[in-house]
Nanobody
């Protein structure tokens, strides 16, 4: 089955940290650019961070620069999102996304809630 599965979401206080993980299966992971998106209640899905096939030059949304770090392990078919200094506005469902030529898809998402 071709898919990716996210984990690591939960409830965290403002200023806290979480590490999201995404494990991929059914496709040649090292050939795909991987991204994290998020969708907050009542808002459109937005791109959070993207990493190339070899992990070079990750790109971030301005709202998370300096706080979030995307990384990948091609040997384990994993992509991660380290989230530090979390804010209430980071509350959303976070989705792992794969992209290679015409193939692109999201996982089922993991919910992150930042609240005191």
């Amino acid at each position: 089955q071709v898919h990716q599965v996210e984990s690591g979401g939960g409830l965290v206080q403002p200023g806290g940290s979480l590490r999201l993980s995404c494990i991929a299966s059914g496709f040649i992971f090292k050939d795909y650019a991987m991204s994290w998106y998020r969708q907050a209640p009542g808002k459109e899905r937005e791109l959070v961070a993207t990493i190339t096939t070899m992990g070079d030059g990750p790109n971030y949304a301005d709202s998370v620069k300096g706080r979030f770090t995307i990384s990948r392990d091609n040997a384990k078919n994993m992509v991660y999102l380290q989230m530090n200094s979390l804010k209430p506005e980071d509350t959303a469902v976070y989705y792992c996304h794969r992209r290679f030529i015409h193939d692109n898809a999201w996982g089922q998402g993991t919910r992150v809630t930042v609240s005191s």
